[in-house]
């Protein structure tokens, strides 16, 4: 492993280009913290490079399993640092903006703490079957397996599209597996290991047990916690939402926060306080004049026009029938002053001569009055 390169630093200018052309209001939080994570660590490390980089020589033999921690978030060189968190920016937007800030940075802590552990299998793996020690001191470092993982997720959320390849079209399906090859091929000092590890923790998490691990280990926490509700369940398809069902998994909008429960929030810390609250009022006599009480009740038939039928609901119902009434008091009072046809369905009260006509058609006759 090679030490830091510092130079000009020009990788780090084009990555402060590329965050304000794409402008930082653009880039959601979960992201953009673990961008600016990054080029915080590159230009004041923790330790140095040698001392965060993982190897099973160093995280297995020395027990010095901080670097699973550390190596993910530090980079070899500026150049190394803006490759990665360019592709950071590109998979970050798209799998933050469907899982939601709270999934997406769950996904990636577990993300960079398996692609170390994952790498540390592979080369004891690789060290038993060809007898070479070599693969247990090979030391990696970088964010490059993390990423590899997202875009395996994000190949797997957007299925049947095309990747550009070196101009060659690939399915997304097979672009990761062509990406790892062409990486170290044009690039023989990357860790193909380190980029394997990162494909595999993607596929545990699409199509092995991961994910469901994931939401049980979420389950746990937010049921044992100070604020703990029943049902309350992380939902990694990225629904957002408290109290809201979790739309159809095939949707193809974007989802938020993966965050859902049968009782919301403000309802849980609300209950406390509803002994002390005032009795309930019916709907069209909380504090109104008996003549504000027939013009909601009227306003609330309208908007409710051809919903009554099997969904009418009983306080509607009384509503109406005490507008009716009313009504029907009041047009036999207008007869008895002598009123003509026309006086009697003028408006009045927000009550106009289609509402006084339909009452007749139902069955309202005046020389019974």
């Known amino acids: 492993?090679?030490?830091?390169?510092?130079?000009?630093?020009?990788?780090?200018?084009?990555?402060?280009?590329?965050?304000?052309?794409?402008?930082?209001?653009?880039?959601?939080?979960?992201?953009?913290a673990t961008l600016g994570l990054n080029v915080y660590l590159f230009l004041f490390p923790v330790k140095p490079l040698l001392l965060t980089c993982v190897s099973v020589q160093q995280a297995y033999w020395h027990g010095d399993?901080?670097?699973?921690?550390?190596?993910?978030?530090?980079?070899?060189?500026?150049?190394?640092?803006?490759?990665?968190?360019?592709?950071l920016l590109w998979k970050g937007i798209k799998l933050e903006r469907r899982l939601g800030g709270a999934w997406f940075?769950?996904?990636l802590s577990v993300f960079s703490l398996l692609t170390g552990v994952v790498y540390l299998l592979l080369e004891a793996g690789l060290t038993e079957l060809t007898d070479d020690p070599s693969f247990s001191m090979q030391c990696a470092v970088g964010f490059s397996g993390v990423l590899f993982?997202?875009?395996?997720?994000?190949?797997?959320y957007n299925p049947g599209g095309v990747n550009y390849i070196m101009g060659l079209p690939v399915a997304n399906r097979y672009s990761c597996w062509v990406e790892l090859v062409l990486i170290h091929i044009m690039n023989p000092g990357t860790s193909f290991v380190g980029h394997l590890s990162g494909i595999l923790v993607g596929l545990l998490y699409t199509s092995g047990p991961l994910r469901k691990l994931m939401m049980t280990c979420a389950d746990f926490v937010s049921s044992s916690g100070p604020y703990s509700r029943p049902n309350t369940h992380f939902n990694s398809s990225g629904y957002s939402g408290y109290g809201r069902s979790p739309p159809p998994e095939n949707s193809s909008n974007y989802r938020q926060n993966p965050y859902n429960s049968s009782t919301s929030y403000r309802e849980h810390n609300n209950s406390n306080y509803n002994s002390t609250s005032a009795p309930p009022q019916h709907t069209y006599t909380a504090g109104l004049s008996e003549e504000e009480q027939y013009d909601a009740a009227i306003r609330?038939?309208?908007?409710?026009?051809?919903?009554?039928?099997?969904?009418?609901?009983?306080?509607?119902?009384?509503?109406?029938?005490?507008?009716?009434?009313?009504?029907?008091?009041?047009?036999?009072?207008?007869d008895?002053?002598?009123?003509?046809?026309?006086?009697?369905?003028?408006?009045?009260?927000g009550i106009d001569a289609e509402m006084l006509a339909g009452l007749k058609k139902a069955g309202y006759n005046r020389s019974k009055g």
């Open 300 to 334: 609330a038939s309208l908007q409710d026009q051809g919903e009554q039928g099997a969904h009418a609901k009983p306080d509607l119902l009384m509503g109406l029938i005490s507008v009716l009434t009313h009504l029907w008091k009041k047009c036999e009072g207008a």
């Open 65 to 87: 399993w901080y670097r699973l921690l550390l190596s993910p978030f530090h980079h070899a060189d500026d150049w190394h640092l803006y490759f990665n968190m360019v592709s």
């Open 149 to 156: 993982g997202l875009k395996v997720v994000n190949n797997h």
């Open 105 to 107: 940075a769950y996904l």
């Open 1 to 32: 492993m090679r030490n830091r390169q510092r130079g000009s630093n020009l990788g780090l200018l084009l990555l402060a280009s590329q965050v304000f052309q794409l402008g930082i209001d653009n880039i959601p939080p979960v992201t953009l």
């Open 336 to 349: 008895s002053r002598g009123l003509t046809d026309e006086e009697l369905v003028k408006p009045t009260h």
